[in-house]
Protein backbone atom coordinates (compact mmCIF):
# COMPACT_ATOMS: atom_id res chain seq x y z
CA UNK A 1 0.00 0.00 0.00
CA UNK A 2 1.82 3.34 -0.98
CA UNK A 3 0.65 5.42 1.88
CA UNK A 4 2.82 2.51 4.07
CA UNK A 5 5.85 2.77 2.32
CA UNK A 6 5.84 6.28 1.86
CA UNK A 7 4.74 7.66 5.29
CA UNK A 8 8.25 7.81 6.68
CA UNK A 9 9.94 9.92 3.83
CA UNK A 10 9.30 13.79 4.37
CA UNK A 11 7.70 16.01 1.89
CA UNK A 12 10.50 16.81 -0.84
CA UNK A 13 8.73 19.90 -2.74
CA UNK A 14 11.26 19.90 -5.37
CA UNK A 15 10.52 16.09 -6.60
CA UNK A 16 8.85 15.90 -9.32
CA UNK A 17 4.88 14.64 -8.87
CA UNK A 18 3.91 11.63 -10.38
CA UNK A 19 0.29 9.94 -10.57
CA UNK A 20 0.30 5.86 -9.73
CA UNK A 21 -2.10 3.86 -12.33
CA UNK A 22 -5.08 2.70 -10.11
CA UNK A 23 -6.77 1.03 -12.02
CA UNK A 24 -4.73 -2.86 -11.51
CA UNK A 25 -5.77 -2.52 -7.40
CA UNK A 26 -9.55 -3.78 -8.63
CA UNK A 27 -8.60 -7.42 -7.23
CA UNK A 28 -8.64 -6.02 -3.22
CA UNK A 29 -11.31 -8.03 -1.69
CA UNK A 30 -10.69 -6.51 1.54
CA UNK A 31 -9.35 -3.06 1.49
CA UNK A 32 -5.88 -2.91 3.17
CA UNK A 33 -5.40 -1.54 6.93
CA UNK A 34 -3.15 1.44 7.45
CA UNK A 35 -0.84 1.91 9.94
CA UNK A 36 -2.40 2.82 13.57
CA UNK A 37 -1.00 6.28 13.49
CA UNK A 38 -3.24 7.16 10.44
CA UNK A 39 -6.16 5.27 11.88
CA UNK A 40 -5.27 7.68 15.17
CA UNK A 41 -4.57 11.14 12.72
CA UNK A 42 -8.21 10.07 11.04
CA UNK A 43 -9.74 9.88 14.20
CA UNK A 44 -8.74 13.93 15.31
CA UNK A 45 -9.43 15.01 12.43
CA UNK A 46 -13.14 13.41 11.75
CA UNK A 47 -13.90 14.44 15.35
CA UNK A 48 -12.71 18.09 14.67
CA UNK A 49 -14.38 18.15 11.46
CA UNK A 50 -17.51 16.83 12.81
CA UNK A 51 -17.93 19.56 15.49
CA UNK A 52 -17.93 22.20 13.27
CA UNK A 53 -20.19 20.70 10.54
CA UNK A 54 -22.85 20.31 13.44
CA UNK A 55 -22.38 24.24 13.62
CA UNK A 56 -23.74 24.67 10.11
CA UNK A 57 -27.22 24.01 8.22
CA UNK A 58 -26.47 22.16 4.47
CA UNK A 59 -23.41 20.50 6.12
CA UNK A 60 -22.85 16.49 5.27
CA UNK A 61 -20.22 14.07 4.47
CA UNK A 62 -20.01 12.39 1.79
CA UNK A 63 -16.96 9.88 2.22
CA UNK A 64 -15.80 9.43 5.55
CA UNK A 65 -15.02 5.65 5.83
CA UNK A 66 -11.61 4.61 5.14
CA UNK A 67 -11.08 3.26 1.86
CA UNK A 68 -8.63 2.05 -1.04
CA UNK A 69 -7.78 3.13 -3.08
CA UNK A 70 -8.63 6.76 -2.65
CA UNK A 71 -7.75 10.11 -3.87
CA UNK A 72 -8.54 11.75 -0.16
CA UNK A 73 -8.92 10.27 3.43
CA UNK A 74 -12.69 12.00 3.67
CA UNK A 75 -14.76 14.46 2.04
CA UNK A 76 -17.73 16.49 2.79
CA UNK A 77 -19.97 18.89 0.94
CA UNK A 78 -21.13 22.38 2.50
CA UNK A 79 -24.25 24.10 0.54
CA UNK A 80 -22.44 23.92 -3.47
CA UNK A 81 -19.17 23.12 -2.38
CA UNK A 82 -17.31 20.25 -1.93
CA UNK A 83 -14.12 19.39 0.39
CA UNK A 84 -11.35 16.79 -0.38
CA UNK A 85 -9.45 16.35 2.80
CA UNK A 86 -5.94 14.55 3.28
CA UNK A 87 -4.51 14.03 6.57
CA UNK A 88 -1.11 15.64 6.95
CA UNK A 89 0.87 13.99 9.34
CA UNK A 90 3.79 16.36 10.04
CA UNK A 91 6.77 15.83 12.66
CA UNK A 92 7.76 18.83 15.91
CA UNK A 93 9.87 20.34 13.68
CA UNK A 94 7.14 20.95 11.03
CA UNK A 95 8.52 18.45 8.06
CA UNK A 96 5.53 16.91 6.55
CA UNK A 97 5.20 13.37 5.28
CA UNK A 98 2.27 13.09 3.02
CA UNK A 99 3.09 11.20 0.15
CA UNK A 100 3.96 13.42 -2.97
CA UNK A 101 2.22 10.42 -4.74
CA UNK A 102 -1.07 11.72 -2.92
CA UNK A 103 -0.97 15.06 -3.30
CA UNK A 104 -0.74 14.37 -6.99
CA UNK A 105 -4.11 12.49 -6.98
CA UNK A 106 -5.82 14.58 -4.96
CA UNK A 107 -4.88 17.62 -6.64
CA UNK A 108 -5.90 15.69 -10.44
CA UNK A 109 -9.10 14.70 -8.75
CA UNK A 110 -10.21 18.09 -7.83
CA UNK A 111 -9.69 19.26 -10.90
CA UNK A 112 -11.30 16.81 -12.51
CA UNK A 113 -14.45 16.62 -10.20
CA UNK A 114 -14.67 20.17 -9.20
CA UNK A 115 -13.36 20.23 -5.29
CA UNK A 116 -11.25 22.04 -3.08
CA UNK A 117 -8.09 20.48 -2.29
CA UNK A 118 -7.88 20.24 1.85
CA UNK A 119 -5.29 18.98 3.99
CA UNK A 120 -5.51 18.40 7.60
CA UNK A 121 -2.09 18.94 9.52
CA UNK A 122 -1.96 16.41 12.45
CA UNK A 123 1.52 16.78 14.49
CA UNK A 124 3.15 14.02 16.10
CA UNK A 125 6.51 13.91 17.99
CA UNK A 126 8.16 11.12 16.12
CA UNK A 127 6.52 10.15 13.21
CA UNK A 128 9.08 6.64 13.11
CA UNK A 129 7.98 5.85 16.56
CA UNK A 130 4.96 7.44 17.03
CA UNK A 131 3.77 8.07 20.84
CA UNK A 132 0.07 8.21 20.34
CA UNK A 133 -0.94 10.27 23.50
CA UNK A 134 1.35 13.16 21.58
CA UNK A 135 -0.61 13.22 18.42
CA UNK A 136 -3.26 16.48 18.06
CA UNK A 137 -4.36 18.93 15.27
CA UNK A 138 -2.11 21.47 14.15
CA UNK A 139 -4.68 24.17 14.92
CA UNK A 140 -8.36 24.48 16.69
CA UNK A 141 -11.27 25.03 14.42
CA UNK A 142 -11.60 23.41 10.89
CA UNK A 143 -8.00 22.94 10.37
CA UNK A 144 -8.03 23.23 6.79
CA UNK A 145 -5.47 24.10 4.35
CA UNK A 146 -5.60 24.14 0.16
CA UNK A 147 -3.37 21.40 -0.48
CA UNK A 148 -1.50 23.38 -3.71
CA UNK A 149 -1.19 27.03 -1.66
CA UNK A 150 -1.40 26.19 1.95
CA UNK A 151 -4.15 29.13 1.74
CA UNK A 152 -6.62 28.90 5.15
CA UNK A 153 -9.74 26.92 4.53
CA UNK A 154 -12.94 28.36 6.01
CA UNK A 155 -16.17 26.48 4.41
CA UNK A 156 -18.26 28.94 5.50
CA UNK A 157 -16.42 31.85 3.43
CA UNK A 158 -16.53 29.55 0.80
CA UNK A 159 -20.08 28.35 -0.07
CA UNK A 160 -22.47 29.88 -1.95
CA UNK A 161 -25.86 29.39 -3.62
CA UNK A 162 -24.65 29.71 -6.96
CA UNK A 163 -25.95 25.89 -8.82
CA UNK A 164 -22.90 23.82 -9.48
CA UNK A 165 -23.51 20.18 -11.51
CA UNK A 166 -22.31 16.91 -9.92
CA UNK A 167 -19.55 15.64 -11.16
CA UNK A 168 -18.87 11.89 -12.25
CA UNK A 169 -17.37 11.03 -9.36
CA UNK A 170 -20.76 12.73 -7.00
CA UNK A 171 -22.84 10.78 -9.59
CA UNK A 172 -20.46 7.83 -8.99
CA UNK A 173 -20.46 8.39 -5.19
CA UNK A 174 -23.74 8.69 -4.96
CA UNK A 175 -24.82 5.18 -6.65
CA UNK A 176 -22.31 3.45 -4.30
CA UNK A 177 -24.23 4.85 -1.52
CA UNK A 178 -27.57 3.80 -2.67
CA UNK A 179 -26.50 0.50 -3.01
CA UNK A 180 -24.77 0.03 -0.05
CA UNK A 181 -28.01 0.78 1.53
CA UNK A 182 -29.67 -1.94 0.59
CA UNK A 183 -27.16 -4.39 0.85
CA UNK A 184 -27.48 -3.06 4.77
CA UNK A 185 -31.16 -3.65 4.72
CA UNK A 186 -30.76 -7.15 3.04
CA UNK A 187 -28.49 -8.17 6.05
CA UNK A 188 -25.69 -8.41 3.17
CA UNK A 189 -21.77 -8.26 4.26
CA UNK A 190 -20.01 -5.08 2.54
CA UNK A 191 -16.36 -6.36 2.35
CA UNK A 192 -14.98 -3.23 0.29
CA UNK A 193 -16.40 -0.17 -1.43
CA UNK A 194 -14.31 2.82 -3.28
CA UNK A 195 -15.29 5.62 -5.40
CA UNK A 196 -11.91 6.06 -7.51
CA UNK A 197 -13.23 6.39 -11.27
CA UNK A 198 -10.26 4.33 -12.74
CA UNK A 199 -10.71 1.58 -10.85
CA UNK A 200 -13.34 -1.28 -10.96
CA UNK A 201 -15.65 -3.23 -9.67
CA UNK A 202 -16.61 -0.47 -6.83
CA UNK A 203 -17.84 -3.23 -4.26
CA UNK A 204 -16.69 -6.51 -2.73
CA UNK A 205 -19.35 -8.33 -0.64
CA UNK A 206 -20.91 -12.01 0.42
CA UNK A 207 -24.33 -13.05 -1.17
CA UNK A 208 -26.60 -14.60 0.56
CA UNK A 209 -24.70 -17.79 0.70
CA UNK A 210 -21.52 -16.23 2.13
CA UNK A 211 -19.48 -16.20 -1.55
CA UNK A 212 -17.46 -13.63 -2.07
CA UNK A 213 -18.86 -11.41 -5.24
CA UNK A 214 -17.52 -8.31 -6.89
CA UNK A 215 -19.82 -5.57 -8.12
CA UNK A 216 -19.55 -2.98 -11.13
CA UNK A 217 -21.98 0.12 -10.16
CA UNK A 218 -22.62 2.71 -12.49
CA UNK A 219 -24.35 6.06 -12.72
CA UNK A 220 -26.20 8.00 -15.27
CA UNK A 221 -28.71 11.18 -15.03
CA UNK A 222 -31.26 11.95 -17.55
CA UNK A 223 -31.26 12.52 -20.60
CA UNK A 224 -29.98 8.75 -20.72
CA UNK A 225 -32.43 6.16 -19.57
CA UNK A 226 -29.89 3.56 -18.65
CA UNK A 227 -26.29 3.16 -17.31
CA UNK A 228 -23.82 1.73 -19.33
CA UNK A 229 -21.44 -1.50 -18.45
CA UNK A 230 -17.39 -0.34 -18.89
CA UNK A 231 -15.75 -0.91 -22.03
CA UNK A 232 -13.24 -2.48 -19.99
CA UNK A 233 -16.06 -5.47 -18.59
CA UNK A 234 -13.64 -8.25 -20.09
CA UNK A 235 -10.55 -7.29 -18.90
CA UNK A 236 -12.53 -6.56 -15.30
CA UNK A 237 -14.02 -10.08 -15.20
CA UNK A 238 -10.68 -11.36 -16.14
CA UNK A 239 -8.83 -9.69 -13.34
CA UNK A 240 -11.92 -10.66 -10.86
CA UNK A 241 -12.33 -14.19 -12.55
CA UNK A 242 -12.39 -16.16 -9.80
CA UNK A 243 -15.66 -15.02 -7.76
CA UNK A 244 -18.88 -13.75 -9.22
CA UNK A 245 -19.31 -10.78 -10.64
CA UNK A 246 -22.58 -8.57 -10.96
CA UNK A 247 -23.57 -4.89 -12.62
CA UNK A 248 -26.26 -2.37 -11.66
CA UNK A 249 -26.86 0.75 -12.91
CA UNK A 250 -28.77 3.67 -11.26
CA UNK A 251 -30.76 6.18 -13.72
CA UNK A 252 -30.91 10.00 -11.13
CA UNK A 253 -33.64 11.92 -12.91
CA UNK A 254 -33.75 15.61 -11.75
CA UNK A 255 -37.33 16.77 -10.33
CA UNK A 256 -36.37 20.39 -10.05
CA UNK A 257 -34.10 21.19 -13.03
CA UNK A 258 -33.43 19.88 -16.27
CA UNK A 259 -29.72 19.29 -14.51
CA UNK A 260 -28.57 17.28 -11.96
CA UNK A 261 -26.84 20.24 -9.58
CA UNK A 262 -25.26 19.65 -6.07
CA UNK A 263 -28.14 19.54 -3.61
CA UNK A 264 -30.88 18.86 -6.07
CA UNK A 265 -34.10 16.27 -5.21
CA UNK A 266 -33.94 13.35 -7.68
CA UNK A 267 -35.97 10.35 -8.35
CA UNK A 268 -34.03 7.52 -8.69
CA UNK A 269 -34.68 4.16 -10.87
CA UNK A 270 -32.47 0.77 -10.10
CA UNK A 271 -33.13 -2.50 -11.36
CA UNK A 272 -31.50 -4.72 -9.04
CA UNK A 273 -28.51 -6.43 -9.59
CA UNK A 274 -27.33 -8.45 -13.21
CA UNK A 275 -25.24 -10.73 -13.11
CA UNK A 276 -22.25 -10.89 -15.34
CA UNK A 277 -20.04 -13.79 -14.54
CA UNK A 278 -20.34 -16.61 -13.54
CA UNK A 279 -17.67 -19.19 -11.05
CA UNK A 280 -18.11 -22.76 -12.60
Not at 44 to 52: M, S
Not at 182 to 207: G, R
Amino acid sequence: MDFIKNLFNPLNKNKKREYKDLSKDSKQVVTPQPSDLLIYARDIAGVQIQKHMQLLNDCKWIRAEYTYPAFDSMNFIYKNKVFSIVIDIQDKSGNSYLPEQYIKRQLLASKQHNLIPCKFPVCVDNPTNPNMNTIKALHNGWNLFNTETDEEIIPEHLATTEKIELSRWEMRNFAITYIRRIFEAQHLKILSFQDTLEVDPQMWFEDSNGKKCWLIIRCETTPKEKAEKPEKLNEIIRRCFTYDGYFTGIVLKPLDDDKLYRGSRVNIEFNGLEKIHSVL
